[in-house]
């Protein structure tokens, strides 16, 4: 159980292009979904927090006209790259927790990551 | 962005050597996960430390969680090829609110 996808795995755009990228929770509802980027060799660094039905939560440095985050249900999220530029080529991971939230536990389920590349 | 420290940043040892990852906050946390990440994978959930001085097991995997709650560490004892990989701590509580603020990760690399 608690497996969560994202679409696409990888893709190459653009530069001046749109990119969606969704995340998926297949077999739990996600109250809350984390959208996180990594570099290479460098750690996962938290973009937002989106939760159901609400507008996202971004971290400090990350521009939300840029990284449009929409969390239409309870198993969906999506992160849309607008206006791609070969500096936001990076490997995009999201995450959800799961409900009911069980106290003390924080634990998120990662999905497989989608690596942008953006030419 | 915030960051847990996370020390060593590399380490490459022989088959069947052992091997520790250190994290270190400076803000009292409610817990700490770790987690590990295969070269080209995601990141995958290990385990979760809660109390005050927790220790926790898995096969070769020895998961500590310091008496205040600031620091952990993840010792493997005698490594094995399968063992490659990035290995991250990640911290919930004090300062860092209810996110999840990963360290900078330890990437091992193990000679056969």
């Known amino acids: 159980g608690a497996v969560v996808s994202q679409h696409p795995s990888w893709v190459i755009c653009k530069s001046g292009t749109s990119v969606k990228i969704e995340c998926r929770s297949l077999d739990f509802q996600a109250t809350t979904m984390f959208w996180y980027r990594q570099f290479p060799k460098q750690s996962l660094m938290l973009m937002a927090t989106?939760?159901?039905?609400?507008?996202?939560?971004?971290e400090q440095g990350v521009e939300k006209d840029k990284f449009l985050i929409n969390h239409a249900s309870l198993t969906l999220s999506t992160l849309t790259v607008t206006s791609a530029h070969p500096e936001d080529s990076s490997f995009y991971i999201c995450?959800?927790?799961?409900?009911?939230?069980?106290?003390?536990?924080?634990?998120?389920?990662f999905g497989p990551g989608t690596r942008l590349t953006v030419t | 962005g915030q960051q847990v420290m996370q020390i060593p940043q590399y380490q490459h040892v022989q088959e069947g050597e052992d091997f520790t990852t250190y994290c270190n906050s400076s803000t009292t946390l409610s817990n700490i996960q770790w987690y590990k990440q295969r070269p080209g994978g995601h990141p995958v959930f290990l385990i979760q430390?809660?109390?005050?001085?927790e220790v926790k097991k898995q096969k070769r995997l020895t998961f500590q969680f310091g008496e205040a709650k600031k620091n952990s560490s993840l010792h493997i004892t005698a490594t094995q090829t399968t063992d490659v990989g990035t290995y991250f701590c990640a911290a919930i509580g004090g300062e860092y609110g209810n996110k999840l603020v990963f360290g900078a990760g330890t990437i091992l690399r193990v000679k056969s």
């Open positions: 989106s939760n159901e039905g609400s507008k996202a939560t971004y």
């Open positions: 430390l809660v109390k005050s001085g």
């Open positions: 995450s959800a927790e799961g409900f009911p939230r069980m106290v003390r536990s924080y634990e998120q389920y």
